[in-house]
């Protein structure tokens, strides 16, 4: 995996292909492709599912410290 850095990535159709590129803060190309359409879809798809996975494990690891704070609440009350 590459380390994340700054810059942006360009998309843009051309010659009936996706051309995607990433570009660093510098200007300096770092990534370029071009893809057919079907496989441009395919790999936004991936992306997506990756992406909810990382939401949606957010999500719940957020869930669970809540969960696990109100358990701490819990705890502290005392029966008297």
Not at 35 to 43: I, V, W
């Amino acid at each position: 995996m590459v380390e994340h850095e700054g810059g942006q990535w360009n998309v843009a159709a051309k010659e009936n292909e996706v051309y995607l590129e990433r570009v660093s803060e510098d200007s300096e190309r770092l990534f370029d492709d071009s893809l057919a359409p079907e496989e441009a879809r395919e790999l936004a798809r991936l992306l997506t599912k990756h992406a909810d996975a990382i939401s949606e494990s957010a999500k719940s690891d957020k869930s669970e410290k809540a969960d696990d704070s109100d358990e701490d609440d819990d705890s502290d009350t005392s029966d008297d």
